[in-house]
């Protein structure tokens, strides 16, 4: 089975810092995305990527950057983080662009306080 | 753009009873259709998918859902639940502009299963 990993299950961080939230997928898979969810939204996208040094901004890119600088490997960057940053992050990924079966990961609780 | 509306939040049902969670989507091309499960604590895993086909599509842990074009539904169902199925479901869509393979998902039902 495909796995998704996402490095950390709860953060806790200061307004201000720099949050690096890391996911790693092990089956060679070319599209990677970061969704958070809260209450009553739903998954909203964060930003994606169909290739290593590619990104696409999704609905809610503002106060985030990414990276994906490996193809396993696809890091999301609260450049400096606010209480509205509070939020799980969830981390997906499939096969291609043709394939919508995602793979999700475990979730990161974040709240920054 | 396209958009998926579960119509239901919250939907408390007894154990054993019948269930149907609701969901339409906007869209005027082909779309794909998804429900996954979020089980406390988890990330979300795939229920069932729509693709082409029978538009009735059975999944895991004895789910299925219906397509209905001329509706724009794919509602979830299950004959009869378990205290175990107590999670939140989110429907989804494919976005088909661009190639991109996103999904749209929509706000979530929780489904509470009571003894």
């Known amino acids: 089975d495909v796995k998704v990993t996402q490095s950390s299950r709860y953060l806790v961080k200061r307004t201000g810092e720099k949050v690096f939230l890391e996911c790693v997928q092990d089956m060679d898979h070319e599209n990677m995305f970061w969704y958070r969810q809260d209450p009553g939204l739903g998954l909203r996208l964060i930003y994606f990527s169909y290739d290593v040094k590619m990104k696409e901004k999704g609905d809610i890119p503002e106060g985030y950057s990414v990276s994906r600088e490996k193809k396993e490997r696809f890091s999301l960057i609260l450049e400096s983080a606010s209480t509205n940053q509070t939020s799980m992050y969830l981390c997906a990924s499939s096969y291609s662009r043709v394939d919508y079966g995602y793979t999700f990961g475990s979730g990161t609780r974040l709240t920054v306080v | 753009a396209q958009s998926v509306t579960q119509l239901d939040s919250q939907v408390p049902v007894f154990e054993e009873a019948p269930v149907e969670l609701r969901c339409n989507y906007s869209?005027?091309?082909?779309?794909?259709l998804f429900w996954y499960v979020q089980y406390p604590n988890q990330g979300l895993q795939l229920l069932l998918k729509?693709?082409?086909?029978?538009?009735l599509v059975k999944g895991i842990n004895g789910f299925e859902a219906e397509f209905n074009k001329s509706q724009t539904s794919f509602h979830l169902r299950k004959p009869s639940v378990h205290i175990s199925d107590t999670a939140e479901y989110f429907c989804a869509v494919s976005d088909l502009s661009g190639n991109t393979g996103k999904l749209i998902f929509g706000q979530g039902t929780t489904l509470q299963v009571k003894p």
């Open positions: 869209s005027s091309v082909s779309v794909y």
């Open positions: 729509y693709l082409s086909g029978s538009t």
